[in-house]
Structures are given as C-alpha cells and as structure tokens.
C-alpha cells in the first residue's frame, strides 16, 4: 500500500521558487469553510481571503463598506480548515491610514484570523505603511492598477496605466513597493504587456487578475469564476462552470488552466 502524501504547506519561500522555475500560482479568493476544502483539494496555492466578499456575499455596491469584523470573521473561517494554501487576508478600506492602525490591524488579521500575510492597496504611496508592517516581520501583499477602495476617486472600474505616464506610475508603484519590503504584488486591470514588464522587473512574485498571461500567477473572485455573479462579466472573467457542469470540476479546470498557462488568453487580457 502506498504511504498517503500530504503536500507541505505553501510558503513565501514556496511562492519565490515557483517564480524562480516559472511554475504558474494558482489562486482563488475565498471566504469560508466549504470552500477552503475544495480549493485546497483541487490543488489552488494562494488564498485570498479579499474585501471583494463585501460585493458578493453582503451585497454591496463596493468594497467600501467592508468592516474589519467582516475580514476577521471570514479569514478565520478559511483558516480553521486550511491545511496548506498559503492565506492573504485584506485590510478593508480605511483600515491602514497611518502606520501605528495599519499594524494593529494587520496584527489582529494574524492572530484572530489566521491570517499568514494581509494585503493592502495602493502603490508608492503606501511605502511607508509597508516599510512599517515588514519591520514588524508582517508579510505583506501590495495591490496595484486598479484599487477597487479607490473606486469613488477613480471614478469606476476601469484598466489602468494604458497610456505612458500611467504605465510609468505603474512600474514605480511596483518597485516602491519591493523596496518597502512587499512579498507579493497583485495586479488588477492593467495591460498584458505592462504586466509583463511588471513582473520581470520586480523580484517578488505577481499575481494578476485582468493583467494578461505572463504574470507569476492568477486569481479571480471565486463567484466570478463559477458565473454566479449577477452583475455583468468582466472580460477578464471566464466562467469555468459553464463548462463543466460542477464546482468541483470547475474549480480543477480553473487551476490546470493557469498552471499550462491556457487562462487567461488573449480574450481575458486588455
Ligand atoms: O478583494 C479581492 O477579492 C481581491 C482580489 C480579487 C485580488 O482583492
């Protein structure tokens, strides 16, 4: 009988070496209990417990409204049955304005919810909240393009850095952020080809979502993935269930997909 194999737990480290071998990370968001055994079984990563479940759990419009209770509440259902995904959990909106809230609440997203890094948006401005978390021993996930707490100020939800001053802005955020001390970097709504230059010119992994193929890895909002979000497609979306008839074959599609590297194509890229 062959011995049963748990796989190792994923780490920082882990994340690194599969940027170093250009092994895709799979990653999903992801809110609850159920769910973390799936994703787990089907063989996804990078969890990301993200202030996207204000939308499609509690209904709202943005993810503004998202409490920190929320964040602690959902991560610690994620965690309670999470063996070996690594778990980013975010600090909701207005939860890191200055440096001594942003550490509190990072401590509080470890410690009640189990968190193994959080993630907060913006870019060079948010170097020294990040510098601040990283000499606490905080991992930390920066979040560029476009930052969906920002919506109100960016006017909607639309791709980012498309011209050359904003494509610039980009990469600087990037680089301020790896030099900050940032572990990971997630890049929402930017050109494939920014996010290419992107991820080859930091040293710490890139996980994209609307962000073209060449990234280290990719994520979508679970509920996007499985098409049972209501509100119109992204075109960076793929309904994975459409074609396979059950969330558990979806989810395993999902992940051999962005691990061969098949999605997202030309047609979930701007
Ligand atoms: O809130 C969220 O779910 C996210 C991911 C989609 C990156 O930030």
Request: proline share 4%; aromatic share 4%; glycine share 12%.
């Amino acid at each position: 009988m062959g011995a049963e194999t748990t796989p190792s737990p994923v780490s920082l480290a882990s994340l690194q070496r599969m940027k170093a071998q250009g092994e895709k990370i799979a990653c999903l968001t992801c809110y609850d209990a159920s769910f973390t055994r799936l994703l787990e079984g089907a063989g996804v990563d990078l969890f990301i417990v993200g202030d996207s479940l204000g939308m499609v759990l509690k209904g709202h419009e943005s993810t503004v409204a998202v409490t920190m209770a929320d964040m602690v509440y959902h991560a610690a259902n994620v965690a309670r049955c999470g063996r070996h995904a690594l778990r980013v959990v975010d600090l909701p909106f207005m939860s890191y304005a200055s440096r001594d809230q942003a550490l509190g609440n990072a401590a509080r997203l470890m410690r009640e919810g189990g968190a193994h890094m959080v993630k907060l948006e913006g870019g060079t401005a948010m170097a020294g909240i990040v510098e601040h978390l990283a000499r606490h021993t905080i991992p930390v996930c920066g979040h560029i393009g476009l930052l969906p707490q920002a919506v109100h100020k960016l006017g909607g939800y639309r791709v980012q850095g498309r011209d050359e001053a904003g494509a610039a802005a980009v990469l600087a955020d990037a680089r301020a952020l790896e030099a900050a001390g940032a572990d990971l970097l997630v890049l929402e709504c930017i050109p494939a080809e920014l996010a290419a230059r992107v991820t080859a010119a930091v040293n710490i992994p890139t996980i994209g979502i609307g962000a073209g193929p060449s990234c280290d890895g990719q994520v979508l909002v679970l509920y996007d993935m499985l098409g049972i979000t209501p509100s119109r497609r992204p075109k960076f979306v793929k309904d994975f269930l459409a074609e396979t008839g059950s969330v558990p074959a979806a989810i395993g599609a999902y992940v051999r997909a962005v691990k061969d590297g098949s999605f997202p194509g030309s047609e979930h890229s701007f």
